[in-house]
Structures are given as structure tokens and as C-alpha cells.
């Protein structure tokens, strides 16, 4: 994990920290959602110490808006960045409730926290040296019609997340455009291979975001050259392959 994660964490725990779970959460107690158990545990348990299966259960059992929502940010921030799985859907699915916030529900330190978050996640991901068995993997993945390993997968998942948030992913575009790097044009690459193969799972995120990506990556395979000039320098026959497979 990166220093700037790390700080962006702490950040976030700082400017969320006057928030506060009341004596009841608002989520719902249907069978299939919140037990009275875990409500009682999540209640007694320090945010920071929040386990994967609690913030799962809150995920699955919370319907429309609540304000306790910004109070599980930081903790949301943590185990997504380790991976946690925290729904059984989709990536956009996991901080969806801001899809239902009135305007203005989080200070401008909070917005900037969550911004900040989001932008030190992508930089993570995307600047992450690509390794020998991730060239395999994606090159073993181009035959297959759900392409499990291909090099952005890690980067769409991060778009789906701030998708329903007030957060703009064109920031995340702006970041890729100056990150001059053989790993940034290599999954530049992938997530081209990956959206033109699967539709890519932002056909499940609001129609703004959808655009606004398909929008900016067909820009790489019709008259921009950035693509072009990687697969000129690139020695690698696995990673000629992956430029080709975008570019074609």
C-alpha cells in the first residue's frame, strides 16, 4: 500500500470523525437483511475495527439514504483498497446509497477525503508494476469471452465503485493521461480489450459514467497515438500482443 493511501486513510477518519451511529441504524430487519445480533455488534465495535462480514451485512441491508451512511466511509475505504468483497453484486453496488443523498450531505473536507481516496486507489492500481504472470494471464485471457485476468480489471472495478458518488471519474481519465508509463498505457490497453469484449460492467452504471468512458477510450483506437508509439517501444511479445488486441 502506498503512503498516500495510507494518509488518505487517516485523512478520511479525521474528516468524517464527528460522525456518529445513533442508538438505532436505519437499515432494514426483512429476514434476508440486517439480524438484530449484528446490528448490536456492529453498534459496540469500533469503526476502525469493523469487520469485512459486518460492513457486508450493512451493505446488503440498507435502502435509500441515511446520514450514518458517511460514518462507515473510512471503514469502506479500507477494505475496499484490501479487495474485500462487500456485496454480492456488481462493483457500483457497494457505495450506492449515494445515489439516493440529498445535495450537500457531506462537508467539503469529507468530499475532498472521499476524492482524495479515490484518486490515491486508481494511482495505485494503475502505476502498479505489471508482472510476468499478469502478461500471462492476460494474454491466456484474449480468447476468453469474460476475460477474468485482463490488466485493468482492478481499475474497472474502481470506476464502478465511485460511480453512484459525487465524485467526477473523468478526474481518474486526467490522471491516466499524464501518467506516462508502460504499465498506465498497458492497462490503458487492457481496459480497452476488456470494454470492447464484455461491455465492460459500466453497462450497469448510470448512463453519465458510461458515456463519459466509452466516450474518452475511443479516442486511444481511432485517431489518438499513444497506443500506437507503446507498441512500437515494446519488446515484449506478450505485451505487443495486448497493444494489438486493443488497437485492432
Known amino acids: 500500500m502506498t503512503a498516500r493511501l495510507r494518509d488518505a486513510f487517516e485523512n478520511a477518519y479525521k474528516a468524517f470523525g464527528s460522525r456518529r451511529l445513533g442508538q438505532r441504524m436505519e437499515v ?63 462493483k457500483h453496488h457497494v457505495l450506492s446509497r449515494f445515489k439516493e443523498a440529498p445535495e450537500n450531505r457531506m462537508s467539503a473536507a469529507e468530499e475532498a477525503a472521499l476524492a482524495e481516496w479515490l484518486l490515491a486507489l486508481f494511482e495505485d492500481r494503475l502505476l502498479r508494476p505489471v508482472s510476468d504472470a499478469e502478461l500471462d494471464a492476460a494474454v491466456r485471457s484474449m480468447g476468453d469471452p469474460c476475460f477474468p485476468n485482463l490488466l485493468a480489471r482492478d481499475l474497472a472495478d474502481v470506476i464502478e465503485v465511485a460511480s453512484p458518488t459525487p465524485f467526477d471519474t473523468a478526474r481518474f481519465q486526467r490522471l491516466w493521461e499524464a501518467s506516462l508509463t508502460r504499465e498506465a498505457d498497458l492497462r490503458l490497453a487492457g ?15 448510470p448512463r453519465k459514467t458510461k458515456a463519459l468512458w466509452w466516450t ?26 495486448v497493444f494489438l488486441a486493443a488497437l485492432g
Do not use: N
Open 28 to 90: 432494514c430487519r426483512c429476514s434476508a437483511c440486517m439480524s438484530e445480533e449484528t446490528e448490536r455488534s456492529i453498534l459496540r465495535t469500533p469503526l476502525r475495527d469493523l469487520s469485512r462480514e459486518q460492513v457486508y451485512e450493512y451493505t446488503k441491508s440498507t435502502h435509500g439514504w441515511s446520514d450514518e451512511f458517511l460514518y462507515l466511509i473510512p471503514r469502506y475505504m479500507e477494505l475496499i483498497t484490501q479487495g474485500e468483497e462487500l456485496t454480492l453484486f456488481e
Open 191 to 205: 481496459l480497452i480489450v476488456l470494454a470492447t469484449a464484455e461491455g465492460w460492467s459500466t453497462m450497469a452504471a
Open 216 to 241: 474518452w477510450l475511443s479516442r486511444f483506437w481511432s485517431d489518438d497515438g499513444r497506443l500506437v508509439e507503446a507498441f512500437d517501444r515494446e519488446v515484449d511479445e506478450r505485451a505487443q500482443e
